[in-house]
């Protein structure tokens, strides 16, 4: 297993791509087009992040930026966590009912890269969700098309590596996912986990099918999973709340049988707890 610096660097290179702003209900909001470019300095001991965004419906090539950030950084923060493929979360440590709470998880495969970031305002209420497609500049990459849920049907049989922003040393452990359709427009899902230090666990929930929207309001806390653009999907609940535990999601389905899924989790006190990288294969 590398260092979290050593897997920050899979990321280098010049990414162009876009942030699509995404209203609870998946609605688009904005669409910018960007470019972004992870430079390694100092024999890599360094990298300068250079973010550029352009007008909308602007030429990257041509056009100058609307607006740049830059930094440059040697290590990296407890809030931001990395597994050996490159891919990554970087979260708000913890929940507070007087601040914003933002969670990113980020994919990277080949020449393509798919970010998003969940956004709770002030209170909790789910308020703003941003999804970012990127491609290595040069590359021909293409992304994929909307997720739909005939391509989620079947079974699912995962590996999944468990990360934890204290440092502790990670877990290992088996997946296996099962979705099923029930009537016209109910859905039925089965989880089950096993391996790792903790017994087999299976958790089983119904939901309801609304066009790219699923709803799952079987438990205390309703949660909602949107189909998005190059494969993509995002789960959370309607709401968090300090004294409730909870998990936010994002999958990206990188090839017709090849999925992965990121999982973000929070304890009862709202602290940031773990991040879950699945990788799945669907067999049936």
């Not at 940031?272 to 699945?278: K, Q, R």
Request: aromatic content about 8%; proline content about 5%; charged content about 25%.
């Amino acid at each position: 297993m590398g260092t979290q610096w050593e897997n920050l660097l899979q990321n280098l290179g010049d990414w162009e791509g876009s942030f699509t702003r995404l209203s609870p209900t998946g609605t688009l909001l904005e669409e910018t087009p960007t470019r972004l470019s992870l430079e390694g300095l100092d024999e890599n001991r360094q990298v300068r992040f250079t973010l550029k965004f352009f007008a909308p419906g602007g030429n990257r090539d041509t056009d100058p930026p609307v607006k740049e950030s830059v930094q440059e950084f040697q290590s990296l923060g407890r809030h931001i966590l990395f597994f050996d493929s490159g891919a990554f979360s970087q979260a708000s440590m913890q929940l507070s009912p007087l601040s914003t709470l933002l969670i990113e998880f980020g994919f990277i495969w080949d020449n393509r890269r798919l970010r998003a970031v969940h956004q709770f305002a002030v209170g909790g209420e789910a308020e703003r969700f941003t999804l970012i497609r990127e491609k290595r500049v040069g590359t021909g990459a293409t992304e994929n098309p909307p997720l739909t849920l005939e391509q989620l049907l079947g079974r699912w049989e995962g590996e999944a590596q468990t990360l934890y922003p204290d440092l502790r040393n990670s877990e290992t452990f088996t997946t296996t996912l099962e979705v099923q359709k029930s009537g016209t427009d109910g859905l039925e899902q089965r989880i089950t986990v096993a391996g790792g230090n903790h017994s087999p666990q299976e958790i089983c929930s119904t939901g309801r099918i609304e066009g790219a929207m699923l709803e799952f309001e079987g438990g205390a806390h309703p949660v909602r999973v949107l189909m998005l653009p190059d494969g993509a999907s995002l789960t959370f609940p309607h709401r968090v709340e300090v004294g409730q535990m909870f998990f936010l999601e994002a999958g990206w389905l990188i090839e017709p049988t090849l999925r992965q899924r990121l999982m973000g989790s929070y304890n009862q006190k709202g602290e940031w707890t773990s991040v879950t990288l699945v990788t799945e294969r669907k067999v049936r």
